[in-house]
């Protein structure tokens, strides 16, 4: 078994479960290879900062608990990332959790498109009402029969 697959083996078993899958930060932080809380907590700071700067609320990835906090995965994430690189278990957790963050914008942009075909389908079947109705009302060139609703659409003139 590889080191990083101990380290995810080792990483994931921290993670306690009460409706949110959450790590304790004190064991984060031994398992970054921080031995003071002082410095780790510089570190749980910049990434708190790093969340306010992407325009995020840190409380729900931040769960204050007392004077220390529970971290969701996004919180882990934001923490590796801010942390001493030169450290390997950094290192194994940036990698870690940089490919579980590429797997889910994957997952992301997947549903993206599938949200993209959908909504294409219902321009359509929506645009085959209008025409029926168009149709069914005497309308006879339907080009310029669109060409007026997307003139009035936009508050043009319609001579």
């Keep these: 078994m590889s080191d990083l697959a101990v380290f995810v083996s080792t990483f994931e078993s921290m993670a306690k479960e009460n409706g949110l899958v959450t790590w304790r930060e004190d064991d984060l932080m031994h398992a970054l290879g921080y031995t003071t809380h002082a410095t780790f907590r510089k570190v749980v700071l910049r990434a708190m900062q790093a969340c306010l700067s992407l325009n995020m609320d840190p409380g729900?990835?931040?769960?204050?608990?007392?004077?220390?906090?529970?971290?969701?995965?996004?919180?882990?994430?934001?923490?590796?990332?801010?942390?001493?690189?030169?450290?390997?278990?950094?290192?194994?957790?940036?990698?870690?959790?940089?490919?579980?963050?590429?797997?889910?914008?994957?997952?992301?942009?997947?549903?993206?498109?599938?949200?993209?075909?959908?909504?294409r389908e219902e321009i359509k079947e929506g645009m085959k009402a209008l025409a029926a109705t168009a149709k069914s009302h005497g309308v006879r060139d339907y080009a310029l029969f669109m060409n007026a609703g997307y003139r009035g659409m936009y508050n043009m003139s319609l001579k």
Excluded at 104 to 116: C, I, K, S, T
């Design 60 to 119: 729900g990835d931040f769960i204050r608990v007392g004077d220390r906090y529970e971290l969701t995965r996004v919180a882990c994430y934001l923490i590796a990332m801010n942390a001493d690189s030169r450290k390997p278990q950094v290192a194994m957790v940036q990698m870690y959790l940089g490919q579980f963050a590429s797997m889910v914008h994957d997952r992301r942009e997947q549903a993206e498109l599938v949200d993209r075909v959908v909504v």
